[in-house]
């Protein structure tokens, strides 16, 4: 669909944005999530949390990441949830983004949702 690409450093294919020189970056996501309840188990997404991550090296646990929670409310299936801030990486590491699902309900990313990096400096 739209999309604006400008630069090296973003793979279309992969979602990785990979640091084409050492420095600080700013990151941000917009994730669009459609929650559908199972009806046959009587799951509901209400109250439920998911939280939205950008992490370096794939590694949320280990590195320096950005992160969101939300919580999911009633009354519509469509969430909007954004994530913004600055990690430093060395040339050649790359940031994506993750959502983690402890909603227990499907969960679908839907078009519209973005991913943006910027250096900012060395």
Same mark, same amino acid.
């Given at each position: ?21 050492? %420095?600080?970056?700013? !990151? $941000?996501?917009? &994730?669009?999530? +459609?929650?559908?309840? =199972?009806?046959?188990?009587?799951? /509901? ?29 009633? %009354?519509?299936?469509? !969430? $909007?949830?954004? &994530?913004?801030? +600055?990690?430093?990486? =060395?040339?050649?590491?790359?940031? /994506? ?26």
């Amino acid at each position: 669909e739209r999309m604006f690409h400008r630069g090296l450093g973003l793979n279309l294919t992969s979602g990785q944005y990979t640091a084409p020189i050492t %420095g600080y970056y700013t !990151f $941000t996501a917009t &994730v669009r999530i +459609v929650c559908r309840e =199972q009806r046959r188990k009587m799951q /509901s997404c209400r109250g439920n949390r998911l939280r939205v991550l950008i992490c370096v090296q794939s590694q949320c646990q280990h590195n320096s990441n950005l992160e969101t929670m939300f919580q999911l409310e009633s %009354g519509t299936d469509l !969430f $909007t949830i954004s &994530v913004t801030g +600055v990690l430093y990486l =060395q040339a050649g590491q790359y940031a /994506s983004v993750f959502v983690d699902n402890a909603a227990g309900s499907p969960l679908t990313v839907q078009s519209g949702s973005d991913f943006s990096a910027v250096l900012l400096g060395v």
